[in-house]
């Protein structure tokens, strides 16, 4: 079989695949010269050549032969520029050509001028380049190294198939280092401006608390945890890389840095309120005890219940305002023998035989203190209200004063001032009798009047 067609050696036969030929390659040249064998081999084992009647065109790598009536074969080496570069040898061959290693022994007849070498009958030889294998309509088709396990890439390496060829690759974010591909350290370029994490293959940047990844995923930007629900029971502030929790006025930020409590304002101090301290959600009120109002913030003043109209005294009756209160009395209050003759003021007539022994006036008058007044205070002073020359007036408690708690000193002739002699605590009342006894030189003469004072002590030190 082999000799009848090698003495046609230039008649017209389909190449295997007109795709793969002409083609290089850069195997080793001992591996494709037994590649080029297999190929031509097959070439020559074709079917028995069948003559046409006529051509009028021939496949590539052939030229029409017009005395021979055939396609005939080019020869590429001749008529390609260049065919092969560098060190490669250009072999003609059936339908193309093939460049070799000029090291490599080639069998002496490619060019059609001899017999092929004889076809060993068992073997199944491939007719197709390196990389190709024939499919089931004898056409080459490229093999797949890579699926069918026929490369050599290492376990780190990947694999893609090429066209006759594959070719190992370090995956992305990897590095060949010697035969391996090595992972990349992203992390050492600084790539992240908080944190990098280093993955195999690639990187990721994180951030540190209170920070996020910015839309370019390296740089971190604050996170507003105001603005997502941070946990502030009151007031939230951010800032940068955090935040901050803050209480209203009133309330006090708790060791959980979350919540608010109120501040008992009333147990900071006893002076924030003179009377009553209140202590109310993020703030204190100060109160007043019945018969004062709120001056300012703090202070208690007395309601002058005789002014504001408060009271309850009748048409008959005087209205004595007192710190805490107010008391009605009678308008009239002289007592017999005692005849009114004015507002606050009775009058014993000298005509008046029960008058003999009895100050000749009694004048009412009230007055209002404190508890606890710190002592001596002066509280009253009485005047006598007509000086008469020569004459002579002693002032003295007549009654009212069994504990001692208020003594008299005297001023000059005509005046005298009455001092509380002892702390007091109200509410307490007490009506003192102020007798003036006014005597002339020659002690000839003897007046006596009597100063009622009704001396009210408040509850309280205000
Ligand atoms: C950032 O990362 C996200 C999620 O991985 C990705 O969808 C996005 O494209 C990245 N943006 C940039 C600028 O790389
Ligand atoms: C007190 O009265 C006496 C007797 O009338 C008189 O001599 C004396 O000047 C008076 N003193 C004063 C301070 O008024």
Same mark, same amino acid.
């Given at each position: 079989?082999?000799?009848?067609?090698?003495?046609?050696?230039?008649?017209?036969?389909?190449?295997?695949?007109?795709?793969?030929?002409?083609?290089?390659?850069?195997?080793?040249?001992?591996?494709?010269?037994?590649?080029?064998?297999?190929?031509?081999?097959?070439?020559?084992?074709?079917?028995?050549?069948?003559?046409?009647?006529?051509?009028?065109?021939?496949?590539?790598?052939?030229?029409? /032969?017009?005395?021979?009536?055939?396609?005939?074969?080019?020869?590429?080496?001749?008529?390609?520029?260049?065919?092969?570069?560098?060190?490669?040898?250009?072999?003609?061959?059936?339908?193309?050509?093939?460049?070799?290693?000029?090291?490599?022994?080639?069998?002496?007849?490619?060019?059609?001028?001899?017999?092929?070498?004889?076809?060993? =009958?068992?073997?199944?030889?491939?007719?197709?380049?390196?990389?190709?294998?024939?499919?089931?309509?004898?056409?080459?088709?490229? &093999?797949?190294?890579?699926?069918?396990?026929?490369?050599?890439?290492?376990?780190?390496?990947?694999?893609?198939?090429?066209?006759?060829?594959?070719?190992?690759?370090?995956?992305?974010? $990897?590095?060949?280092?010697? =035969?391996?591909?090595?992972?990349?350290?992203? @992390?050492?370029?600084?790539? @992240?401006?908080?944190? @990098?994490?280093?993955?195999?293959?690639?990187? #990721?940047?994180?951030?540190?608390?209170?920070?996020?990844?910015? =839309?370019? +995923?390296?740089?971190?930007? !604050?996170?507003?945890?105001?603005?997502?629900?941070? =946990?502030?029971?009151? %007031?939230?502030?951010?800032?940068?890389?955090?935040?901050?929790?803050?209480?209203?006025?009133?309330?006090?930020?708790?060791? /959980?840095?979350?919540?608010?409590?109120?501040?008992?304002?009333?147990?900071?101090?006893?002076?924030?309120?003179?009377?009553?301290? &209140?202590?109310?959600?993020? %703030?204190?009120?100060?109160?007043?005890?019945?018969?004062?109002?709120?001056?300012?913030? #703090?202070?208690?003043? !007395?309601?002058?219940?005789?002014?504001?109209?408060?009271?309850?005294?009748?048409?008959?009756?005087?209205?004595? +305002?007192?710190?805490?209160?107010?008391?009605?009395?009678?308008? +009239?209050?002289?007592?017999?023998?005692?005849?009114?003759?004015?507002?606050?003021?009775?009058?014993?007539?000298?005509?008046?035989?029960?008058?003999?022994?009895?100050?000749?006036?009694?004048?009412?008058?009230?007055?209002?203190?404190?508890?606890? #007044?710190?002592?001596?205070?002066?509280?009253?002073?009485?005047?006598?209200?007509?000086? $008469?020359?020569?004459?002579?007036?002693?002032?003295?408690?007549?009654?009212?004063?069994?504990?001692?708690?208020?003594?008299?000193?005297?001023?000059?002739?005509?005046?005298?001032?009455?001092?509380?002699?002892?702390?007091?605590?109200?509410?307490?009342? $007490?009506?003192?009798?102020?007798?003036?006894?006014?005597?002339?030189?020659?002690?000839?003469? #003897?007046?006596?009047?009597?100063?009622?004072?009704?001396?009210?002590?408040?509850?309280?030190?205000?």
């Amino acid at each position: 079989m082999g000799g009848a067609v090698a003495e046609t050696p230039d008649f017209c036969q389909p190449p295997p695949s007109p795709r793969m030929l002409p083609f290089t390659s850069c195997l080793p040249g001992s591996l494709l010269l037994w590649a080029f064998l297999l190929l031509l081999l097959g070439a020559a084992s074709s079917q028995d050549p069948e003559e046409p009647d006529s051509y009028t065109e021939c496949t590539d790598g052939y030229e029409w /032969d017009a005395d021979s009536q055939h396609c005939r074969d080019v020869n590429e080496c001749l008529t390609i520029p260049e065919a092969c570069k560098g060190e490669m040898k250009c072999i003609n061959h059936y339908g193309g050509y093939l460049c070799l290693p000029r090291s490599a022994a080639v069998i002496n007849d490619l060019h059609g001028e001899g017999p092929p070498p004889p076809v060993p =009958p068992a073997q199944h030889p491939n007719p197709c380049p390196p990389g190709y294998e024939p499919d089931e309509q004898e056409s080459c088709v490229d &093999v797949d190294e890579c699926t069918q396990a026929l490369h050599d890439c290492r376990p780190s390496q990947d694999c893609h198939n090429l066209p006759g060829s594959y070719q190992c690759t370090c995956p992305d974010g $990897y590095r060949k280092i010697g =035969p391996e591909c090595v992972d990349i350290d992203e @992390c050492r370029y600084r790539y @992240c401006q908080h944190r @990098c994490v280093n993955l195999p293959g690639s990187f #990721r940047c994180q951030c540190e608390p209170g920070f996020q990844l910015g =839309p370019n +995923n390296r740089s971190c930007v !604050d996170v507003n945890e105001c603005d997502m629900g941070a =946990p502030c029971e009151q %007031r939230c502030f951010n800032s940068y890389g955090t935040f901050l929790c803050r209480c209203n006025q009133g309330y006090e930020l708790h060791r /959980d840095g979350f919540s608010c409590s109120d501040i008992d304002e009333c147990s900071y101090s006893s002076y924030l309120c003179q009377y009553r301290c &209140v202590n109310e959600p993020g %703030r204190f009120s100060c109160h007043c005890p019945q018969g004062y109002q709120l001056l300012a913030t #703090r202070l208690c003043q !007395d309601i002058d219940e005789c002014e504001t109209g408060a009271h309850q005294c009748s048409e008959a009756q005087t209205c004595v +305002n007192f710190h805490g209160g107010y008391r009605c009395v009678d308008t +009239n209050r002289c007592v017999e023998p005692y005849v009114q003759v004015s507002d606050n003021r009775c009058l014993c007539p000298a005509s008046n035989p029960l008058c003999r022994e009895q100050p000749s006036s009694i004048v009412h008058r009230y007055m209002s203190i404190t508890s606890e #007044r710190s002592v001596p205070a002066d509280v009253f002073q009485i005047q006598a209200t007509s000086v $008469y020359p020569g004459a002579y007036n002693a002032f003295q408690i007549r009654a009212g004063n069994t504990q001692g708690d208020f003594y008299i000193r005297q001023i000059n002739n005509v005046s005298a001032m009455l001092v509380l002699a002892r702390p007091v605590t109200g509410p307490r009342e $007490y009506v003192l009798d102020l007798e003036m006894v006014t005597m002339n030189s020659l002690m000839s003469y #003897r007046a006596s009047s009597v100063l009622r004072l009704t001396v009210f002590v408040g509850a309280y030190t205000f």
